[in-house]
């Protein structure tokens, strides 16, 4: 009577445990490649994204420098405590100081198909370990097989000192503005929906990662964040020091966004200014910053504004860092898919002001007092007649990033407002758009061209700005392998539903036969 009692109470486990071998047992039904990688798959409810081999080549990318530089800095580091010591060569090497000794592992959480995790141990070179991690059953036996598969069961397992952070985001729909209250909830800051939303996601990430990471006394600092396609992808190193964390209030800013003219002031959460003394001539003191820095209407447009915020107002690059990937890339072209978008991007990043948070966008600029748009090159060109720096974001094609005032901006606008001028009744219908243009001109504006407006990764042709990927491509949906033409069928079926919805007739209630023959009887009377 036990046994069966016991019997019946394991029978489903056993009848789980034998699923879980079959799957593993099974045939694959699709074989994928990647860079060195090859992931066999045996089940289609595990996530896999062909849109996204951009971000994994560029992670390799970025690690193959990272750990070049951990065993520089841990070699340093070493050095510099057997000076101190004044201790052997011997005891020197058996302090894990060797350069060979030296572990780097990589967490790689919700791996899914594995694949990430195979092409780091097989692609990145030092790796000592790297943890594979998916809460789905059906995944981690996927990784499992694909591991064997490729060979690498000694780097991969399934399942501080100075570290690094690689965090991807993909709703986008949150940071870039459209739910202002879910952002705040799941990044404890509020989105606004402006042109340069792209960066500001960056941003919002950036200070949610700082945050949480001052809780256990270490700060961030960023060294590459790129919006691509359907997501952002940020690295950042992290280190300890609960003086430094005390820092992070001015690299914080709330946002000021003026609905009328989209234009977009900051409000440093903090500050530090000079506080000298004989002992420490290079002390600092942290103060509060006034607030508000703008007034209760828009010196511009004269129209309100919104808050939102905050964001990191920090650089998000580290030049050097991002110069050394691009070499990196060009060096290898033939270890990654994506190296002529890897190349293009990385360009633009280091073409950009890291100094600048945000950016204008030129369309916008032109459209908001229904103008003709100009031409790019005219407007930098202008920029850097009046003495300012300007450059492109990575993130928007129609970007101006400028250290150039917004009165030097809007000037530009109304100095091409007199040669190209705009319609009476489109002013007439639009306060915002007839206040801007109304102001006088401040500045000395001078739009001729110039060669050196036209940055070196534009005249050079690279690959900056791509096309769609793929037919129907985005966000993959959970759990599924999105290759192939039946995997689309429900993005086809989806396009243009609503608009398809609202041509349709609506059918009426089923008409009783009562009712059919008082309409045959009507239609015959009027015959």
């Known amino acids: 009577m036990y046994i069966r009692r016991y019997l019946r109470f394991f029978n489903p486990l056993f009848q789980e445990v034998k699923k879980m071998e079959t799957s593993v047992d099974q045939t694959p039904k699709k074989s994928i490649k990647e860079g060195k990688a090859e992931i066999c798959l045996t089940t289609e409810k595990v996530f896999y994204n062909p849109v996204q081999e951009f971000n994994r080549d560029l992670s390799i990318a970025v690690l193959s420098v990272f750990t070049d530089d951990y065993k520089t800095e841990k070699l340093a580091k070493a050095e510099l405590k057997k000076k101190s010591k004044n201790i052997g060569q011997e005891e020197f090497i058996s302090e894990d100081c060797n350069n060979s000794e030296i572990e780097i592992t990589i967490l790689e959480a919700l791996s899914a198909t594995g694949l990430r995790s195979i092409r780091y141990a097989k692609e990145v070179p030092n790796i000592t370990k790297i943890v594979a991690n998916d809460f789905s059953i059906q995944a981690v036996e996927t990784i499992k097989a694909n591991v064997v598969h490729n060979q690498v069961e000694k780097l991969i397992e399934t399942n501080h000192d100075d570290a690094w952070l690689l965090v991807t985001a993909t709703d986008m729909a949150v ?5 202002p209250e879910t952002c705040y909830c799941k990044y404890g800051a509020v989105s606004l929906k402006t042109k340069c939303c792209h960066e500001m996601a960056l941003r919002i990430l950036l200070q949610c990662i700082e945050q949480h990471a001052n809780r256990y006394s270490r700060y961030i600092v960023p060294l590459l964040s790129i919006s691509a396609d359907f997501y952002i992808r940020v690295f950042v190193k992290i280190y300890s020091g609960a003086i430094h964390c005390k820092k992070t209030t001015s690299k914080l800013s709330m946002v000021y966004h003026c609905v009328g003219c989209d234009h977009i002031t900051l409000q440093p959460l903090g500050g530090f200014k000079p506080n000298p003394s004989e002992k420490n001539p290079d002390q600092m003191k942290a103060y509060l910053p006034a607030a508000p820095t703008v007034g209760e209407y828009c010196v511009h447009c004269n ?21 050394r990937v691009l070499m990196h890339v060009q060096g290898h072209p033939e270890l990654f898919g994506t190296a002529k978008r890897i190349e293009g991007v990385l360009s633009m990043v280091r073409e950009e002001l890291h100094s600048v948070p945000l950016y204008y966008t030129l369309d916008k600029m032109f459209g908001r007092v229904h103008l003709e748009t ?11 007649n009046a003495g300012y720096k300007v450059s492109y974001s990575h993130a ?24 190209h001028p705009v319609k009476q009744a489109k002013l007439e219908a639009d306060p915002a758009a007839k206040y801007i243009l109304s102001q006088a001109i401040q500045s000395e504006v001078d739009l001729t061209e110039r060669l050196d407006a036209n940055p070196i990764s534009r005249r050079d042709g690279q690959l900056r700005f791509q096309f769609n ?17 039946e995997k689309m069928s429900k993005a086809i079926r989806n396009q243009n539903k609503h608009s398809n919805k609202s041509k349709t007739k609506r059918q009426h209630s089923p008409q009783s036969d009562e009712d059919q023959r008082k309409k045959l009887n009507v239609e015959e009377t009027v015959v």
Not at 175 to 179: E, F, Q
Not at 374 to 384: E, G
């Open 175 to 179: 940071l870039a503005g459209n739910s």
């Open 303 to 323: 129209q309100r504004h919104h808050l939102g915020g905050p964001i990191w107002s920090a650089p998000i690059h580290d030049e050097a860092f991002v110069s």
């Open 374 to 384: 100009m031409p790019m090159m005219v407007m930098r060109s202008a920029i850097m």
């Open 396 to 419: 928007s094609k129609m970007s101006i990033k400028t250290t150039a005032p917004a009165q030097l901006i809007w000037d530009i606008v109304r100095t091409w407002e007199k040669t």
């Open 469 to 485: 990927p793929a037919p129907y491509w985005g966000p993959g949906s959970r759990a599924n392998v999105n290759v192939g033409e």
